[in-house]
């Protein structure tokens, strides 16, 4: 048979629109840490703005998702850090049947731990259609092009999942704690979840926007889950309890 065609990728905006409040407490008190570069850059460099109440730090407006310019050395640090989670999960959860890896992108993540998780059912969902990609590149199983907060996607992946990664995704979505109660619900019970977010103080940082530790271990806490990182740790992971909504 002659091989499917690889799908195309349609073009997408550079940026979302600028917001007057803060993605992670809804607060409208933001301040400017650092304006946007001027007009010259290549990429421009972009606002950074910081919310006076929960001190949560973001892009304004942020890189539209499967946009941000990395470089080959940021890839090879992506990819440092996609070895240490999945081995890190691993110490907890070393033989998941399923696992969804959210904000996917061309499944760089999944195809990293699959020397870790051989028997592992990899499935991705991302916002654009590079998942459709990646799917056929055999990198996931299953492809879902939408976020986890789409009612249809949530439906259909209800508690399906014994993992659920997010790789600097809650940087980029526009209600970081909405996409986590989602997480949660494609979760089953006793699974485990793994965030991994940017630092903001990092210069090398692309994504600023991650929500603090503090503000992320207590959230987990709120909706059930024990969390198993320490407290100031930027890879969290999480185990959802059995008696958790």
């Given at each position: 048979m002659p091989a499917s065609p690889v799908p195309s990728v349609p073009p997408l905006p550079r940026h979302e629109p600028r917001r007057e409040d803060c993605p992670w407490c809804g607060s409208q008190r933001l301040r400017t840490r650092?304006?946007?570069?001027?007009?010259?850059?290549?990429?421009?460099?972009?606002?950074?703005?910081?919310?006076?109440?929960?001190?949560?730090?973001?892009?304004?407006?942020?890189?539209?998702?499967?946009?941000?310019?990395?470089?080959?050395?940021?890839?090879?640090?992506v990819r440092l850090g996609h070895r240490s989670a999945a081995r890190a999960l691993h110490q907890r959860c070393p033989e998941p049947e399923s696992w969804l890896d959210v904000g996917t992108g061309d499944a760089d993540f999944p195809r990293t731990a699959r020397s870790l998780f051989p028997y592992t059912s990899f499935d991705?969902?991302?916002?654009?259609?590079?998942?459709l990609r990646a799917?056929?590149?055999?990198?996931?199983?299953?492809?879902?092009?939408?976020?986890?907060?789409?009612p249809h996607i949530a439906a259909r992946l209800r508690a399906r999942y014994d993992v659920v990664s997010?790789?600097?995704?809650?940087?980029?979505?526009?209600?970081?704690?909405?996409?986590?109660?989602?997480?949660?619900?494609?979760?089953?019970?006793?699974?485990?979840?793994?965030?991994d977010v940017a630092d903001p103080r990092r210069l090398f940082t692309l994504l600023p926007g991650a929500p603090r530790p503090a503000g992320l271990r207590a959230e987990l806490e709120a909706r059930g889950c024990t969390v198993l990182t320490g407290a100031r740790a930027r890879r969290v992971v999480a185990r959802k309890e059995l008696s958790a909504p």
């Amino acid at each position: 048979m002659p091989a499917s065609p690889v799908p195309s990728v349609p073009p997408l905006p550079r940026h979302e629109p600028r917001r007057e409040d803060c993605p992670w407490c809804g607060s409208q008190r933001l301040r400017t840490r650092r304006r946007g570069g001027p007009p010259q850059y290549a990429p421009p460099r972009p606002a950074l703005d910081e919310c006076r109440d929960c001190r949560h730090t973001f892009h304004n407006p942020r890189s539209a998702a499967g946009t941000e310019p990395w470089g080959p050395s940021v890839r090879a640090r992506v990819r440092l850090g996609h070895r240490s989670a999945a081995r890190a999960l691993h110490q907890r959860c070393p033989e998941p049947e399923s696992w969804l890896d959210v904000g996917t992108g061309d499944a760089d993540f999944p195809r990293t731990a699959r020397s870790l998780f051989p028997y592992t059912s990899f499935d991705g969902l991302d916002p654009t259609h590079r998942v459709l990609r990646a799917r056929a590149a055999e990198r996931v199983e299953e492809a879902y092009v939408g976020r986890l907060t789409d009612p249809h996607i949530a439906a259909r992946l209800r508690a399906r999942y014994d993992v659920v990664s997010m790789f600097q995704h809650l940087e980029r979505v526009p209600d970081p704690r909405a996409e986590l109660r989602a997480a949660l619900h494609v979760l089953r019970p006793g699974g485990h979840l793994l965030v991994d977010v940017a630092d903001p103080r990092r210069l090398f940082t692309l994504l600023p926007g991650a929500p603090r530790p503090a503000g992320l271990r207590a959230e987990l806490e709120a909706r059930g889950c024990t969390v198993l990182t320490g407290a100031r740790a930027r890879r969290v992971v999480a185990r959802k309890e059995l008696s958790a909504p």
